[in-house]
């Protein structure tokens, strides 16, 4: 009995290490992501409104909220950090250079494209059923034009 015992305390930090490195490296996953939105949001509202220095704004809080996914190695089983380097942040700096040159309609566009990166990404960790939309609506207590 007590051997069972012991060796069933010896487990548990393996048991505790392998629930989520995302706990691990201190970065919250799903804290992170509903920033991200949150972001994404008031960006495509900013690129309505063709306000350059707004969206040149969030689109730096997006790039800091993917430098935290990248350190998430893996959630529940799936290379967060890596599929976000390899597929989420091309995509933003495509977004990220049109926006910086003032290039509206191609601005747009490489937003669009990253958002469905986003849904790529969710299908790819098997996560296909949270699907990314872009909306038009201002829920947010802000004017977006100039």
Do not use: R
Request: proline content about 3%; charged content about 20%; some cysteine.
């Amino acid at each position: 009995m007590i051997k069972k015992f012991i060796t069933a305390l010896t487990l548990i930090p393996a048991i505790a290490l392998g629930i989520s490195s995302a706990q691990a490296s201190g970065v919250d996953l799903v804290g992170t992501m509903g920033s991200l939105q949150y972001f994404a949001h008031k960006t495509h509202l900013s690129l309505n409104a063709k306000n350059q220095e707004l969206a040149n704004f969030y689109a730096h809080e997006i790039e800091e909220q993917l430098e935290k996914l990248e350190e998430i190695k893996q959630y529940h089983g799936q290379p967060i950090g890596e599929l976000s380097k390899s597929m989420l942040v091309p995509s933003f700096e495509a977004f990220e250079a049109s926006l910086k040159k003032g290039e509206w309609s191609a601005a747009q566009k490489n937003f669009k494209v990253m958002i469905n990166t986003c849904n790529a990404c969710h299908q790819a960790t098997q996560h296909g059923f949270i699907k990314i939309e872009l909306s038009d609506k201002n829920p947010y207590m802000q004017a977006f034009e100039m």
